[in-house]
């Protein structure tokens, strides 16, 4: 089955550094790639998403990059700021037409102000 | 617009009793995917529903089991409940299945069992 590994677990910035999360997969042909970021007692909230076509997107601080020959996809946030502070998830798109989301284990970020 | 609505949000039950939880999607959305969430396996899929039919299912048994109505509401029941089955279950909708959909995620509904 699909292997998703993201990077790292857990990750502490000061605020206003910047923090990059790293999701590898197994899937040659997924093709859409979203990450997710959760708030304690909250469901995941889609963030930024990018599709195998694009190399990169960016939404104001938020980015995500993808090497489909390598089989990642980065998240980048830039000046972080203390609401940042959540676990984030990739979810690579397993399995085809009738596949679904695998999620990896998540990153915990915390900015520190 | 309103996001993706589940209910209840909190669940206490007891070991062999059986629950059924409800999720109402996006306006507009009509596929509806149900995922669990555990500290040690994190988010795992349970299975999807798009026009009433089971389109995906994940590796879970039997005592899982989902549906959907004609107005893509949907509802996830769990039978013999475990203590294992304590989780945070999650309803995700989009506008159609396929791979490229984004998801939307309610905020879930907390089910311990006793």
């Known amino acids: 089955g699909e292997n998703v590994e993201q990077h790292p677990s857990t990750l502490s910035v000061q605020e206003g550094d910047s923090a990059v999360i790293k999701c590898t997969y197994s899937?040659?042909?997924?093709?859409?790639f979203p990450w997710y970021k959760q708030e304690l007692g909250k469901g995941p909230q889609l963030i930024i998403d990018i599709r195998s076509n694009v190399g990169e997107k960016k939404d104001q601080r938020i980015a995500v990059t993808l090497n489909k020959t390598a089989k990642h996809f980065s998240l980048h946030i830039t000046e972080t700021q203390p609401e940042d502070s959540a676990v984030y998830f990739c979810a690579p798109h397993y399995g085809g037409s009738q596949g679904n989301l695998i999620f990896g284990k998540g990153t915990k970020l915390s900015v520190k102000p | 617009k309103a996001g993706v609505t589940q209910t209840p949000r909190y669940l206490i039950k007891t070991r062999g009793q059986q629950v059924t939880l409800s999720c109402s999607p996006i306006?507009?959305?009509?596929?509806v995917s149900w995922y669990q969430q555990t500290p040690g396996q994190g988010l795992q899929f349970l299975f999807e529903?798009?026009?009433?039919?089971?389109?995906n299912k994940g590796n879970f048994p039997g005592r899982f089991s989902g549906r959907q109505f004609s107005n893509s509401r949907s509802e996830m029941n769990v039978s013999t409940l475990e203590l294992g089955d304590s989780a945070l279950y999650l309803c995700?909708?989009?506008?159609?299945?396929?791979?490229?959909?984004?998801?939307?995620f309610g905020d879930g509904t907390r089910l311990s069992i006793l």
């Open positions: 995700a909708s989009s506008l159609a299945p396929g791979r490229d959909q984004p998801q939307h």
């Open positions: 529903y798009f026009s009433e039919t089971q389109r």
């Open positions: 899937d040659s042909a997924s093709n859409y």
């Open positions: 306006s507009g959305h009509r596929s």
